[in-house]
């Protein structure tokens, strides 16, 4: 009898790389998506097939993190070993906007699927999307001993999930467990997320489609890593003997800056900074390769927009992995070097231009065997353009 897990959040970065993890494990895996006006499944679209097929381990349900009888009903029904709780309200920023939605969302939402286990009886291992977003003001390095403080609703909600996790696991010997996730990211990263903003933004510069990227703080600095590798982790932490939580990141921080100037230096654009504050842009010091005709030195290309500043920021994050290292044996395996190479060669792709090609030969020869690294979403993307 194979395995079955149910996936909350399968429509996501995180979501859709652990559904094809756990699908090249044997898994049955059952994902909740909610109701949308457009499609929202692209990331998945590539391992989906009709439920009629003989030999379909994927199954998609509507349902929605806001509604509890959905939730006891599907864990009711699937009777499913394990639970990976993806699924929330994910942007800090828009945190900040949408502050009630949220904490409905990403704190309860959370309490609704572990009261769903409880009531229906049914023994699911689980896993929480828990954040370092959590450690808020806390000073770096951060580990699963460092004490909260968090700096945005988003990072509050997380809080209160994490601390319900705990809970149902000391008062109803839950086997529940808290990944505190350093940031990860990937080709298939939301494109509001700086990363992705940013290596989005240089293959639209590239096509000669965007003239200036516009960002908030560039000085905050996070732990990056590769989002394929975390998922490992997830699924990891849910088949040890005892449940627990763990820290997740790669041990070392990088600035949103340090992100710029790489993702630039890579397509042969070295950038000069001038001003402070509000007023600092970017200017193009030099230009080293002809990947860009459009382009000249002294063309001003990145801005800053307080839009994008946050009421409370978290200025820096720097995982404490040790952890994760001896207990689980994991270590994370892609370079910050190697991530913007292979971001940036993904969304050099989608744009219909030639990648540098560094990236995706890293990205081939890390040997995730589990994907493809078939990104089907921008392909859908690309033909819409
Ligand atoms: P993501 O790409 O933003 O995906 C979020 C997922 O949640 C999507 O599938 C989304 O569905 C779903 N969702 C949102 N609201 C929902 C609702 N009301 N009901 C049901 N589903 C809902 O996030 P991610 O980067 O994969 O992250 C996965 C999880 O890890 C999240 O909980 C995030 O907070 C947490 N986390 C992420 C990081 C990171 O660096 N990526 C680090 C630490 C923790 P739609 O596709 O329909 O929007
Ligand atoms: O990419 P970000 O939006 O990610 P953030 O806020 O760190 O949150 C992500 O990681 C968390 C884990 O620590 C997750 F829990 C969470 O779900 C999410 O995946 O912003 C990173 C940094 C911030 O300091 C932000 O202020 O980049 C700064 N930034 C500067 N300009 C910007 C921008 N962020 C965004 N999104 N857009 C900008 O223009």
């Known amino acids: 009898m194979s395995k079955k897990a149910l996936v909350t959040g399968i429509t996501g970065q995180d979501g859709s790389y652990l559904t094809e993890l756990l699908l090249s494990k044997g898994y049955e895996v059952h994902g909740l998506i909610r109701r949308a006006s457009t499609f929202n499944t692209g990331r998945i679209d590539h391992i989906y097939t009709d439920p009629h097929m003989p030999g379909t381990r994927l199954f998609l349900h509507n349902g929605d993190l806001s509604d509890s009888g959905q939730l006891v009903n599907l864990v009711y029904n699937i009777r499913p070993d394990e639970i990976y709780h993806l699924g929330a309200q994910s942007h800090v920023r828009?945190?900040?906007?949408?502050?009630?939605?949220?904490?409905?969302?990403?704190?309860?939402g959370t309490t609704r699927l572990l009261e769903a286990i409880r009531r229906s009886g049914i023994k699911s291992r689980f896993y929480q999307a828990s954040s370092s977003e959590m450690f808020g003001a806390a000073p770096p390095p951060q580990d699963e001993n460092t004490a909260f403080c968090p700096r945005s609703p988003y990072a509050a909600a997380k809080v209160y999930a994490y601390w319900m996790v705990v809970n149902?696991?000391?008062?109803?010997?839950?086997?529940?467990?808290?990944?505190?996730?350093?940031?990860?990211?990937?080709?298939?990263?939301?494109?509001?997320?700086?990363?992705?903003?940013?290596?989005?933004?240089?293959?639209?510069?590239?096509?000669?489609?965007?003239?200036?990227?516009?960002?908030?703080?560039?000085?905050?600095?996070?732990?990056?890593?590769?989002?394929?590798?975390?998922?490992?982790?997830?699924?990891?932490?849910?088949?040890?003997?005892?449940?627990?939580d763990y820290a997740v990141?790669?041990?070392?921080?990088?600035?949103?800056?340090?992100?710029?100037?790489?993702?630039f230096n890579y397509v042969g654009i070295e950038i000069e900074w001038r001003g402070e504050g509000i007023d600092r842009k970017g200017i193009v010091r030099s230009l080293s390769s002809a990947l860009n005709p459009a382009l000249k030195v002294g063309d001003v290309i990145i801005e800053i927009d307080p839009r994008y500043f946050r009421p409370t920021e978290v200025d820096f994050l720097q995982a404490d992995i040790s952890k994760a290292r001896q207990k689980l044996g994991w270590a994370p395996r892609t370079t910050f070097d190697e991530l913007v190479k292979i971001m940036v060669d993904y969304d050099?792709?989608?744009?219909?231009?030639?990648?540098?090609?560094?990236?995706?030969?890293?990205?081939?020869?890390?040997?995730?065997?589990?994907?493809?690294?078939?990104?089907?979403?921008?392909?859908?993307?690309?033909?819409?353009?």
């Not at 990141?249 to 100037?261: A, M, N, P, W, Y």
């Not at 030639?354 to 078939?374: A, L, M, Q, R």
């Open 94 to 108: 828009v945190s900040f906007d949408m502050p009630e939605y949220t904490g409905d969302i990403t704190a309860l």
């Open 168 to 244: 149902y696991r000391e008062g109803y010997k839950m086997f529940a467990c808290n990944g505190v996730l350093f940031n990860h990211e990937s080709p298939r990263r939301g494109e509001t997320f700086v990363t992705r903003k940013i290596t989005r933004a240089i293959a639209n510069i590239l096509k000669g489609k965007q003239r200036k990227l516009y960002l908030g703080n560039i000085n905050a600095k996070r732990d990056w890593g590769f989002a394929p590798e975390y998922v490992e982790m997830m699924w990891l932490m849910l088949q040890q003997d005892e449940p627990d």
């Open 348 to 385: 050099m792709k989608l744009i219909g231009l030639d990648p540098v090609g560094e990236g995706i030969k890293i990205c081939e020869k890390k040997g995730f065997s589990y994907t493809n690294h078939d990104f089907s979403l921008y392909e859908k993307i690309r033909e819409r353009c």
């Open 249 to 263: 990141g790669t041990g070392e921080s990088r600035s949103v800056k340090d992100f710029l100037e790489k993702v």
